[in-house]
T-cell receptor, first 116, second 111 residues
Framework: GAVVSQHPSRVICKSGTSVKIECRSL??????MFWYRQFPKQSLMLMAT?????????EQGVEKDKFLINHASLTLSTLTVTSAHPEDSSFYIC????????????FGDGTRLSIL | DQQVKQNSPSLSVQEGRISILNCDYT??????FLWYKKYPAEGPTFLIS?????DKNEDGRFTVFLNKSAKHLSLHIVPSQPGDSAVYFC??????????FGPGTRLSVLP
């Protein structure tokens, strides 16, 4: 149980393109979803937290107009990297949590974003 | 300032022996901890958790120990298997809110 699907797994696109990444909880209702970014050989860095039906809470230093997050339903959250540039190239991972806050987060398999 | 530290970037262990992965944290308000395992090009997989009301939690081959006074936790894997080779992250939170992840330790279990 507790499967999180993230799509696409890899994106290569030109600078200036906007890229949308989807995160779905397949067998549970995700009241909270998280978006992380991982640089090579570094830990996961939390970008933002979103609760279904409300605006996302962004971590310090993360541009909310650059990284648009929508959590429209209890099973789907999307991250849109707007006008992507090469420095946005990274590994983006979503996670989802249902129920109370002491439940573990369940992660998707990540999206490797490469901006040329 | 890293709130969660995993000071060993890598660890090699012989198959069948014990693997001990360590994690230190600085924020005394953290009261809930998780360990995740991550294979290349995949998302992390939840392994085991522990809350601050306990000092040990066991699940099969995996045991997590928490020393609150030392702000230290460790993950023990015994016996280690080649399939355990992965990067292990510890994560800490206050009240189960946003988790802070350590940088990870790459475990290699040698056959």
């Amino acid at each position: 149980g507790a499967v999180v699907s993230q799509h696409p797994s890899r994106v290569i696109c030109k600078s200036g393109t906007s890229v949308k990444i989807e995160c779905r909880s397949l067998d549970f209702q995700a009241t909270t979803m998280f978006w992380y970014r991982q640089f090579p050989k570094q830990s996961l860095m939390l970008m933002a937290t979103s609760n279904e039906g409300s605006k996302a809470t962004y971590e310090q230093g993360v541009e909310k107009d650059k990284f648009l997050i929508n959590h429209a339903s209890l099973t789907l959250s999307t991250l849109t990297v707007t006008s992507a540039h090469p420095e946005d190239s990274s590994f983006y991972i979503c996670s989802a949590r249902g129920g109370n806050t002491n439940q573990p987060q369940h992660f998707g398999d990540g999206t490797r974003l490469s901006i040329l | 300032d890293q709130q969660v530290k995993q000071n060993s970037p890598s660890l090699s262990v012989q198959e069948g022996r014990i693997s001990i992965l360590n994690c230190d944290y600085t924020n005394s308000m953290f009261d809930y901890f998780l360990w995740y395992k991550k294979y290349p090009a995949e998302g992390p997989t939840f392994l085991i958790s522990i809350s601050s009301i306990k000092d040990k939690n066991e699940d099969g081959r995996f045991t997590v120990f928490l020393n609150k006074s030392a702000k230290h936790l460790s993950l023990h894997i015994v016996p280690s298997q080649p399939g355990d080779s992965a990067v292990y992250f510890c994560a800490a939170s206050k009240g189960g809110q946003n988790f802070v992840f350590g940088p990870g330790t790459r475990l290699s279990v040698l056959p």
